[in-house]
């Protein structure tokens, strides 16, 4: 069971990084839910926003996106019990801000997006919501101009 997971999960970040146009994986960790299911919900909200994406691709280090699309999940928590990590930098506890190196967080993603294909190419985000049981991880890509590009020029 636990190799058939192991080549699950590498298939479903292969999907995730071989996206149009894409530069990176990003990787979205969840904690802290009152359950698996509403982690993962949280994960998927984070991973598929637009705004998260794009931050991705522009390298910003934005923490304000990632709360506002853990906000909307649908899934209740306490905004007081937010901690948002990208990679080793914390930017947010008990739902407040820290102060970082906004640039070495900014590094670290254009690490990513140089690194090894599946191996050292991913952002990692890790979220925490509260106290709860649950966890969920969620993968995706960033929003490039390329994407855009190859799906403005498709046709049917």
Same mark, same amino acid.
């Given at each position: 069971?636990? $190799? @058939? =997971?192991a080549?699950? %999960?590498?298939?479903?970040?292969a999907? #995730?990084?071989d ?9 979205v960790?969840?904690t802290g #839910? ?6 993962? %919900? ?5 991973v ?8 991705? *691709?522009?390298?910003?280090p934005n ?12 899934v209740? *928590?306490? %905004?007081a019990? @937010?901690r948002?990590q990208?990679? /080793? *930098? @914390? $930017?947010m ?6 102060? *970082?190196?906004?640039?070495? #967080? ?8 140089a ?5 050292d /190419? =991913? ?7 509260g106290?709860?049981?649950? %966890?969920g991880?969620a993968?995706?890509?960033?929003l ?10 498709? =046709? =049917?």
């Open positions: 069971e636990a $190799m @058939l =997971t080549v699950c %999960q590498h298939l479903a970040k999907i #995730a990084r996206g149009e146009g894409a530069t990176c994986l990003v990787e960790q969840v #839910a009152p359950d698996d299911k509403g982690a993962r %919900q949280i994960a998927k909200t984070i598929g926003s637009s705004l998260v994406k794009s931050a991705i *691709f522009g390298r910003d923490w304000g996106r990632i709360a506002g699309a853990a906000g909307r999940a649908g209740k *928590f306490d %905004q019990n @937010l948002i990208l990679g /080793d *930098f @914390l $930017m506890e008990n739902g407040q801000p820290l102060p *970082f190196d906004r640039g070495a #967080a900014s590094n670290y993603m254009k690490q990513a997006a690194g090894a294909y599946l191996k /190419d =991913t952002v990692l985000i890790s979220v925490s919501v106290n709860g049981n649950g %966890q991880i993968w995706g890509c960033d490039s101009y390329d994407y855009v590009k190859i799906n403005a020029e498709y =046709t =049917t």
